[in-house]
């Protein structure tokens, strides 16, 4: 599987992994909140080529009704599997209340992620961080909260917790643009 690579996983990147063997491909963060604004740039987030057979688009978003917009636009662009973002920590996401800082409300992130299954045919998936910040490593209750509607990709390699160096999302893009900042 190749995960999701903001300022790098881009079609041409993804083919070539394809082609290396890569079964599961995902497409770089996409901002609903772009999409519905009908960014060009932001739509080129949902194409794939017809070589990646198992497509998944990610969305960033933090609102029932544009994640279930955006999830179905999605599922129209042909995605085989919709991913919410919920571990990029810069700045630039987590201060707008995205990525990682759905983190901090496991509540709120169930029902946002039950919409979305509601919305699609296609399955819904999460990636998630341990937790926001190391004191406050809640990814058991978050995945027991999202799996009522999702499935969980867990990412241990990177989670801050597994590094017993859990850290506040940081990362400070400024004078970055969201293109060229790392999402991990
Ligand atoms: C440059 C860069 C961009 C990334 N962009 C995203 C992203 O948009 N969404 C996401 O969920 N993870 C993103 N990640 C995290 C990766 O998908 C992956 O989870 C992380 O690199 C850990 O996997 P690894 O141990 O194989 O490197 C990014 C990582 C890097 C290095």
Redesign the pocket.
């Known amino acids: 599987m190749l995960?999701?690579?903001?300022?790098?996983?881009n079609l041409p990147f993804r083919r070539l992994c394809t082609e290396m063997g890569a079964d599961v491909t995902?497409g770089?963060?996409a901002v609903v909140k772009k999409l519905l604004g009908g960014s060009p740039s932001e739509f080129a987030l949902l194409k794939s080529h017809p070589d990646e057979r198992r497509f998944g688009v990610?969305l960033a978003d933090k609102r029932t009704e544009t994640l279930v917009e955006g999830a179905r636009l999605a599922e129209s662009r042909g995605a085989r599997f919709v991913?919410l973002?919920c571990?990029?920590p810069i700045d630039q996401i987590t201060r707008r209340g995205l990525g990682a800082s759905l983190l901090r409300k496991p509540a709120k992130l169930g029902r946002l992620v039950a919409a979305m299954k509601g919305a699609v045919s296609i399955p819904v998936t999460v990636?998630l961080r341990a937790g926001w910040h190391e004191d406050k490593v809640n990814v058991s209750d978050v995945r027991g909260r999202v799996r009522r509607g999702a499935p969980a990709r867990s990412?241990s390699?990177?989670a801050p917790a597994s590094s017993g160096t859990a850290r506040r999302p940081t990362g400070s893009s400024s004078g970055r643009s969201r293109r060229s900042g790392?999402?991990?």
């Open positions: 995960a999701p690579l903001t300022g790098g996983g995902v770089e963060m990610q991913d973002n571990g990029c990636t990412r390699t990177d790392e999402c991990r």
